[in-house]
């Protein structure tokens, strides 16, 4: 099993910065796709970013391309999102997944999930 664990949401105004880090405790995977989604009310889960645990390689929805940087710190087993350039649209409940896997996917399709850390732009 895989316990993941988000921190560092909170409220900021429209144009601030944050950073996300996602904690990963437990079975570990040489090869791992290391994702972030969003949730915000009513609306479906969305893919923000992924990266994969070995290698190059970073992906972003258009959305957050040029504002967010997913990065990774395996020795600390840790996954980062630092978000600038905030936008009210992008208040929603942040999510990191993982996944055993070479091949990187921006569906929901990921085995293992935190518990969600709120993110709140306020305009």
């Known amino acids: 099993q895989v316990q993941l664990v988000e921190s560092g949401g909170g409220l900021v105004q429209t144009g601030g910065s944050l950073r996300l880090s996602c904690a990963a405790s437990g079975r570990t995977f040489s090869n791992a796709i290391m994702a972030w989604f969003r949730q915000a009310p009513g609306k479906e889960r969305e893919f923000v970013a992924a990266?994969?645990?070995?290698?190059?390689?970073?992906y972003y929805a258009d959305s957050v391309k040029g504002r967010f940087t997913i990065s990774r710190d395996n020795a600390k087993n840790t996954v980062y999102l630092q978000m600038n350039s905030l936008k009210p649209e992008d208040t929603a409940v942040y999510y990191c997944a993982a996944k055993p896997s070479l091949v990187v996917v921006t569906t929901a399709d990921y085995d293992y999930w935190g518990q969600g850390t709120q993110v709140t732009v306020s305009s």
């Open positions: 990266i994969r645990r070995i290698g190059s390689g970073t």
